[in-house]
């Protein structure tokens, strides 16, 4: 028995934010019935395609576990039928451009009128507001949730993550609403909808920068590079590079090899407790009682001289050699591992945080499994559905539809090119 077993989704997500949501309520152990458009389905099916005709890693990678059924939603028997699968479903999850579920009738009102339990789950780029009909992309998040502007260099662009936190981090937050208005529903026997705004998601994970910007107006920050390098702050949180976040000061340091290999570098974390072992492992024992170095304060305005200190030693190691030695010392670091690294990792891939899973057009892949491990309901990665691969088996099975009806379904157009109709 999964977690989640016996709850129906209906997935009306496309791209990547909804269908992270709906991937994770998948590997719970819903029943994730994708909704696509006939002939088409969702965008990514044929975005970034790397095999002619095959079906993305775009798109496998986010819509595993689930089921497909194609469906014209402007065609009147397919509207009809997609009330039906809304009487059907306990969850109904959609990120379409601001107003295009009104448009296909589909508003809470009708929706909660036509099954009182359905809880209705949906990303928006922007929650109320001036840019509350805008749509979004994931680096449009990241820029006007707070990343951008804080991400980078002090004298570079603003800049973007290679973490999706506009999207896969706007799924996870919605899957988590979703559960909790599940849980709600068990007292109340009512469904609910559920709202996250792409921008209030990337500001969210971004939080530590709004208090950088509070703690601005009380003076410099003193834990950033340019404080140690003598230059002014201006009224906004700046870009700090590679600095730590967090109140122990970081920075990412050349290791040997850095000359011809673009990931021979390793994250290196001063961290207080440990300070003491960090100057016998570098060769600077003396710094354990010298008033510039012996604090954490007085150390503030060096960072700059101790990492590269420190660099001098990290160059002498390859980033796993380092990382051996300090680990063994408790001293908080972490290589810069490249994606053919993580690909390659026999640890990861035994973790099941790497997957290898088998798709009968494309043949074997990697993508990554569930990251929220429950010791009661273990998740099994499964392929991603072919485009309306589950149309008839979901009329049929979920919907209660007949033969006839299914065949009269067919002929309206309302579901495309049908696989095919298996007898009832
Ligand atoms: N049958 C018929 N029509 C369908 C359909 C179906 N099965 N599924 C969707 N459609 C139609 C909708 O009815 C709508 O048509 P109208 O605009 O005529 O009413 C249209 O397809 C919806 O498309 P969209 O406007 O959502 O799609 P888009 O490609 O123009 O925009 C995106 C994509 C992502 C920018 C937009 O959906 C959006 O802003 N979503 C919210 C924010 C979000 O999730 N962004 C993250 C995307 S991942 O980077």
Same mark, same amino acid.
């Given at each position: 028995?999964?977690?989640?077993?016996?709850?129906?989704?209906?997935?009306?997500?496309?791209?990547?934010?909804?269908?992270?949501?709906?991937?994770?309520?998948?590997?719970?152990?819903?029943?994730?019935?994708?909704?696509?458009?006939?002939?088409?389905?969702?965008?990514?099916?044929?975005? @970034?395609?790397?095999?002619?005709?095959?079906?993305?890693?775009?798109?496998?990678?986010?819509?595993?576990?689930?089921?497909?059924?194609?469906?014209?939603?402007?065609?009147?028997?397919?509207?009809?039928?997609?009330?039906?699968?809304?009487?059907?479903?306990?969850?109904?999850?959609?990120?379409?451009?601001?107003?295009?579920?009104?448009?296909?009738?589909?508003?809470?009102?009708?929706?909660?009128?036509?099954?009182?339990?359905?809880?209705?789950?949906?990303?928006?780029?922007?929650?109320?507001?001036?840019?509350?009909?805008?749509?979004?992309?994931?680096?449009? =998040?990241?820029?006007?949730?707070?990343?951008?502007?804080?991400?980078?260099?002090?004298?570079?662009?603003?800049?973007?993550?290679?973490?999706?936190?506009?999207?896969?981090?706007?799924?996870?937050?919605?899957?988590?609403?979703?559960?909790?208005?599940?849980?709600?529903?068990?007292?109340?026997?009512?469904?609910?909808?559920?709202?996250?705004?792409?921008?209030?998601?990337?500001?969210?994970?971004?939080?530590?920068?709004?208090?950088?910007?509070?703690?601005?107006?009380?003076?410099?920050?003193?834990?950033?590079?340019?404080?140690?390098?003598?230059?002014?702050?201006?009224?906004?949180?700046?870009?700090?590079?590679?600095?730590?976040?967090?109140?122990?000061?970081?920075?990412?340091?050349?290791?040997?090899?850095? $000359?011809?290999?673009?990931?021979?570098?390793?994250?290196?974390?001063?961290?207080?407790?440990?300070?003491?072992?960090?100057?016998?492992?570098?060769?600077?024992?003396?710094?354990?009682?010298?008033?510039?170095?012996?604090?954490?304060?007085?150390?503030?305005?060096?960072?700059?001289?101790?990492?590269?200190?420190?660099?001098?030693?990290?160059?002498?190691?390859?980033?796993?050699?380092?990382?051996?030695?300090?680990?063994?010392?408790?001293?908080?670091?972490?290589?810069?591992?490249?994606?053919? $690294?993580?690909?390659?990792?026999?640890?990861?891939?035994?973790?099941?945080?790497?997957?290898?899973?088998?798709?009968?057009?494309?043949?074997?892949? @990697?993508?990554?499994?569930?990251?929220?491990?429950?010791? =009661?309901?273990?998740?099994?990665?499964?392929?991603?559905?072919?485009?309306?691969?589950?149309?008839?088996?979901?009329?049929?099975?979920?919907?209660?539809?007949? $033969?006839?009806?299914?065949?009269?379904?067919?002929?309206?157009?309302?579901?495309?090119?049908?696989?095919?109709?298996?007898?009832?």
């Amino acid at each position: 028995m999964k977690a989640l077993e016996g709850v129906k989704i209906l997935d009306f997500t496309h791209v990547q934010s909804g269908p992270t949501c709906t991937q994770l309520l998948a590997w719970f152990g819903a029943d994730v019935i994708k909704v696509e458009r006939p002939g088409a389905g969702d965008a990514t099916r044929e975005q @970034l395609q790397d095999i002619p005709d095959v079906d993305s890693l775009y798109f496998t990678m986010l819509n595993h576990n689930k089921r497909s059924i194609t469906l014209d939603t402007k065609n009147p028997k397919g509207i009809e039928v997609l009330w039906r699968l809304v009487a059907e479903c306990d969850v109904l999850v959609e990120n379409f451009a601001p107003g295009a579920l009104t448009r296909m009738g589909l508003t809470w009102e009708a929706i909660h009128a036509a099954n009182p339990r359905m809880i209705l789950a949906s990303v928006k780029g922007f929650g109320p507001g001036a840019y509350a009909d805008c749509k979004v992309y994931e680096n449009v =998040a990241q820029c006007v949730g707070g990343a951008a502007s804080t991400t980078g260099f002090r004298t570079g662009t603003p800049m973007v993550t290679g973490a999706q936190i506009g999207d896969s981090g706007t799924g996870l937050h919605l899957a988590l609403g979703i559960v909790t208005a599940l849980y709600q529903r068990t007292h109340s026997g009512l469904g609910q909808r559920v709202d996250c705004a792409m921008q209030d998601s990337v500001l969210n994970l971004c939080r530590v920068k709004l208090r950088d910007q509070q703690r601005l107006e009380r003076g410099p920050l003193q834990e950033y590079s340019q404080f140690g390098e003598g230059i002014a702050f201006g009224d906004a949180v700046p870009r700090a590079g590679n600095d730590s976040g967090g109140g122990q000061p970081g920075r990412i340091l050349k290791c040997k090899g850095w $000359e011809t290999d673009p990931n021979a570098y390793i994250y290196f974390i001063t961290q207080g407790p440990v300070w003491e072992k960090i100057c016998d492992v570098i060769g600077e024992p003396t710094w354990k009682t010298h008033p510039d170095y012996a604090t954490a304060k007085a150390r503030l305005p060096h960072l700059n001289e101790i990492f590269t200190r420190i660099e001098a030693w990290t160059m002498s190691k390859t980033k796993f050699e380092a990382m051996d030695i300090l680990n063994g010392l408790h001293i908080p670091c972490g290589p810069i591992l490249s994606m053919k $690294e993580i690909a390659e990792d026999q640890a990861l891939r035994k973790a099941g945080t790497v997957v290898e899973v088998d798709h009968p057009t494309r043949g074997k892949y @990697l993508t990554v499994g569930n990251p929220i491990k429950l010791s =009661a309901s273990a998740t099994d990665v499964t392929r991603s559905p072919l485009l309306g691969e589950h149309t008839d088996e979901i009329l049929r099975d979920v919907l209660g539809y007949s $033969e006839t009806e299914r065949l009269n379904i067919s002929e309206s157009g309302a579901i495309g090119a049908i696989r095919k109709i298996a007898a009832a």
